[in-house]
């Protein structure tokens, strides 16, 4: 046979020396972060193993640990007292918040730290959905409104990037505009493009109490049978003014991270889930599969796939490894 393709696989240096994807940077994760009012608050998260919602006293002390392995950039998502959610989700606009001031005291002590916020009202929300809900729909323009005027005031707080998450239509427009009026033109755009309603993200709304009280998110969250649509959404918010485009989950649509990367020249973001997580830990935690080595194999199929940026729970875990 003239062909052999074994031949480049027989011993590990080969491999590397023909490697088409390099392992993720630990640069290139974002540590997505449970935050919880109080002091010393250190609660695991049941269905997400090795993940803590945490006061921001003790996330300080993290980061101080975490940074020294690579790790400067990081998603908040807040977990709010019930009492201090209505259905209009009017917390969030509350500039003296909790969340608000965690940003404040993050920045002050660790300003080169890259903060992530999430633009969305389901933890303000005593409904758990992204947008106001009359007459049992979701009302989009009116949560653009609010979203808008959340993202000012997670600018002014030191965010450096909002993220709406929130799936509504026109909302990048409105909070790029928005931001500008404010004086706000550093503050970056990362838009949730391809959020699909998934079936993986239920440890997370274990995380921040948040799942929908009533009906589900098909309205606004895309469906999974579809990858056009997602195209379409993706090249509307790079329109609307988004510097970072993301596609959510991760695992069951590296074709929509593929297809993003081939069809915009602009930043990819990708979000590995929680349920993506949690199955990785569940299988460990039973002795099915090496915890290590599924991880940098799930991380590296992201980056393959075309992600520039990963949003993962085990970025700690990873930067560790990294850095052993």
């Avoid at 259905?87 to 509350?94: C, G, I, P, R």
């Avoid at 916020?117 to 409904?127: E, G, I, N």
């Avoid at 049992?136 to 009116?142: A, H, Q, Y």
């Avoid at 998450?165 to 949730?192: F, H, K, N």
């Amino acid at each position: 046979m003239k062909k052999r393709p074994r031949r480049i696989r027989k011993n590990s240096f080969i491999r590397d020396l023909v490697a088409e994807t390099s392992l993720p940077e630990v640069s290139q994760l974002i540590y997505p972060v449970f935050i919880q009012e109080g002091r010393t608050v250190h609660q695991e998260i049941k269905s997400m193993p090795g993940q803590y919602r945490l006061s921001i006293d003790l996330l300080l002390q993290r980061m101080a640990t975490w940074r020294k392995l690579g790790l400067n950039n990081y998603a908040l998502f807040p977990n709010i007292d019930n009492s201090l959610k209505n259905e209009n989700a009017s917390e969030a606009l509350n500039p003296d918040g909790f969340l608000y001031q965690a940003i404040k005291q993050i920045k002050d002590r660790f300003p080169e730290v890259n903060l992530f916020t999430d633009l969305a009202l389901d933890p303000f929300s005593s409904d758990g959905h992204d947008g106001i809900i009359e007459n049992g729909k979701i009302v989009n323009d009116r949560t653009v409104e609010v979203l808008a005027q959340m993202a000012i005031l997670q600018a002014q707080a030191g965010a450096d990037f909002v993220c709406p998450s929130d799936m509504m239509d026109g909302r990048v427009r409105q909070i790029r505009r928005a931001l500008e009026r404010e004086g706000l033109c550093d503050t970056g755009i990362v838009a949730y493009s391809a959020k699909y309603a998934s079936s993986f993200y239920g440890p997370f709304r274990d995380a921040l109490d948040s799942a929908p009280r009533a009906g589900d998110k098909k309205t606004y969250q895309m469906d999974f049978r579809n990858s056009r649509e997602a195209m379409k959404e993706i090249e509307l918010d790079i329109q609307e003014g988004a510097d970072i485009v993301m596609i959510k989950p991760a695992l069951s649509f590296l074709d929509i991270i593929a297809q993003a990367k081939r069809y915009f020249k602009y930043p990819v973001a990708a979000y590995n889930v929680s349920g993506e997580y949690a199955m990785v830990k569940a299988a460990a935690g039973n002795g099915w599969l090496d915890e290590n080595k599924a991880l940098v194999e799930i991380l590296t199929s992201i980056k393959r796939a075309g992600a520039d940026i990963i949003f993962t729970y085990h970025a700690v875990d990873y930067a560790k490894l990294r850095n052993s």
